[in-house]
């Protein structure tokens, strides 16, 4: 099992879009299914997707994952440069 603290580092390093803009990330596990909810938040603008057991373990070996990866972009895109809300 994961420790949030330690996945949300792990995730934090490697997408540094996640520093660069000022978003900020929680994960909490889901205790039924093993599996975890990473939600990041920039002000008023939230973005929540699931991370599969095998996925937080993976972030936690240094290795990225794609489904992951897509939602941060997304959520960057969306929120921080199309509104210009995130720093740069």
């Avoid at 299914?33 to 990473?38: E, K």
């Amino acid at each position: 099992m994961s420790d949030p603290k330690k996945l949300a580092q792990s995730i934090a390093s490697l997408y540094p879009e996640i520093s660069k803009h000022g978003i900020a990330v929680s994960v909490a596990e889901d205790a039924a299914t093993g599996d975890w909810l990473v939600t990041m938040t920039h002000g008023k603008h939230t973005l929540s997707t699931h991370l599969s057991k095998k996925d937080a373990d993976d972030c936690q070996n240094g290795i990225q994952c794609v489904s992951l990866g897509i939602q941060i972009g997304r959520f960057v895109e969306d929120y921080c440069l199309g509104q210009g809300d995130c720093p740069v």
